[in-house]
């Protein structure tokens, strides 16, 4: 399992709450099925394959719909 933490961005987000792992960076070779984690609720979100954390940039704001 990967330790790596991703801090990402509202313009990172879809729909304007979730995150979707494998991210681009991630190599071909490392993927699993994607997963969409939901950030914004608690600030951070582990994927359950590959234990990439990802966590909402500290001072970033989720904009209201």
């Known amino acids: 399992m990967s330790s790596s933490v991703v801090e990402v961005l509202y ?5 304007g709450h979730s995150i979707v792992c494998p991210n681009p960076r991630m190599q071909i070779w490392n ?6 984690l939901d950030v914004v609720s608690t600030g ?10 990802y966590k909402l940039k500290e001072g970033e704001r989720v904009h209201a719909h």
Not at 11 to 15: C, H, I, P, S, T
């Open 11 to 15: 313009a990172d987000l879809q729909g």
């Open 31 to 36: 993927t699993h099925p994607r997963v969409f």
């Open 44 to 53: 951070s979100a582990i994927c359950p394959y590959c234990g990439t954390e």
